[in-house]
């Protein structure tokens, strides 16, 4: 009878190995005929396949990598193949991550959300394939190369704005998308933050909660944290859906007109809060310029070409002031 359970559990482990060897190598297979399915029979397939892993397919922000990607790879001989999760989702990324290795791609560019990506990606460079995080740094993996936000420096722009728009006197609340590692870009923007307003007097971070990356819960976390502290002046979001919470939040209890809000990413709503008002100013990164970049960086690295292995891209404050000349650039950006 107990030989009879161990075999039972033995074979049961065989077939789901084999199960995920065949779902591995089917989604292989679509990688392949996706590929083939953009080249017409007349044109000859492009030199390099590369992986672009986002965290949001639904989201603005990663339509813009995205966008940046593909026009970068139309003048270089790429075939970019962009996936990434719905809605932000980890555990979906580090499958789709697998699947690109699985595949064989010539190049793999992901954001790495968090400390599970770091076996992944090496697991990648060991097999030969160059490996950029975007957006999101892994220091710790074997990855090749960075591209993306000084997110320290971010933080700290955002309390230095802070600190001048309010004259050095606000009590702060932070919405942040989540911590959950030393290298995650929220993080990192908390705390350039907290270094930039540390030898303020007059101004003090009294909460600081997670939205995980999702308006709901940044509406849900800022409303409770007007609730239990009445005497927040300021809100501080760390993440592009951040300040759309907080400010829904401070409308449901008619505040909205006695809140500071700085949030990131200049990305439609947030222009549109920021026009109204809602939103006093934002921390812009360059994410079109991430894609596009990430694909040269990676054609850099197949041809041997020396490249720096930490790659930052802008970011910048933008006020209401600002928004006429925001305007123009962005409807300029896929020129």
């Known amino acids: 009878?107990?030989?009879?359970?161990?075999?039972?559990?033995?074979?049961?482990?065989?077939?789901?190995?084999?199960?995920?060897?065949?779902?591995?190598?089917?989604?292989?297979?679509?990688?392949?005929?996706?590929?083939?399915?953009?080249?017409?029979?007349?044109?000859?397939?492009?030199?390099?396949?590369?992986?672009?892993?986002?965290?949001?397919?639904?989201?603005?922000?990663?339509?813009?990598?995205?966008?940046?990607?593909?026009?970068?790879?139309?003048?270089?001989?790429?075939?970019?193949?962009?996936?990434?999760?719905?809605?932000?989702?980890?555990?979906?990324?580090?499958?789709?991550?697998?699947?690109?290795?699985?595949?064989?791609?010539?190049?793999?560019?992901?954001?790495?959300?968090?400390?599970?990506?770091?076996?992944?990606?090496?697991?990648?460079?060991?097999?030969?394939?160059?490996?950029?995080?975007?957006?999101?740094?892994?220091?710790?993996?074997?990855?090749?190369?960075?591209?993306?936000?000084?997110?320290?420096?971010?933080?700290?722009?955002?309390?230095?704005?802070?600190?001048?728009?309010?004259?050095?006197?606000?009590?702060?609340?932070?919405?942040?998308?989540?911590?959950?590692?030393?290298?995650?870009?929220?993080?990192?923007?908390?705390?350039?933050?907290?270094?930039?307003?540390?030898?303020v007097d007059g101004i003090k971070i009294i909460a600081i909660d997670e939205s995980n990356l999702t308006r709901v819960q940044a509406e849900e976390k800022a409303y409770k944290m007007l609730i239990e502290h009445e005497d927040i002046t300021a809100f501080y979001g760390t993440s592009s859906l951040d300040g759309i919470g907080i400010v829904a939040a401070a409308r449901s209890l008619n505040k909205q007109d006695d809140l500071y809000v700085i949030s990131f990413d200049a990305l439609d709503e947030n222009i549109e809060l920021l026009n109204k008002g809602d939103i006093n100013a934002i921390v812009a990164q360059q994410p079109f310029e991430m894609g596009e970049k990430s694909i040269e960086l990676m054609l850099n690295l197949l041809k041997q070409r020396s490249i720096s292995v930490v790659n930052h891209t802008n970011a910048a404050i933008i006020h209401r002031k600002d928004l006429e000349e925001v305007v123009e650039k962005k409807g300029n950006a896929h020129d």
């Open 1 to 199: 009878m107990k030989h009879t359970f161990y075999y039972t559990i033995i074979i049961i482990a065989f077939l789901i190995a084999v199960a995920y060897s065949l779902y591995c190598y089917r989604q292989a297979q679509i990688y392949d005929k996706k590929m083939l399915a953009v080249i017409s029979e007349e044109s000859p397939l492009p030199k390099y396949h590369f992986a672009l892993i986002g965290e949001e397919m639904d989201h603005d922000y990663w339509r813009l990598v995205g966008a940046g990607a593909k026009k970068a790879a139309l003048k270089n001989d790429v075939f970019v193949e962009y996936e990434g999760p719905k809605r932000s989702n980890p555990e979906e990324q580090l499958k789709l991550l697998d699947m690109a290795i699985q595949a064989k791609v010539d190049g793999i560019i992901v954001q790495a959300l968090n400390d599970n990506f770091t076996p992944l990606i090496n697991k990648a460079v060991r097999a030969g394939i160059p490996v950029i995080t975007i957006d999101t740094d892994a220091p710790e993996s074997l990855r090749n190369a960075y591209i993306g936000t000084d997110n320290y420096l971010a933080g700290q722009l955002a309390g230095q704005t802070l600190v001048k728009d309010t004259g050095g006197k606000a009590t702060i609340g932070i919405i942040t998308g989540g911590l959950d590692n030393a290298y995650n870009q929220h993080q990192l923007r908390v705390q350039g933050f907290k270094d930039a307003i540390a030898n």
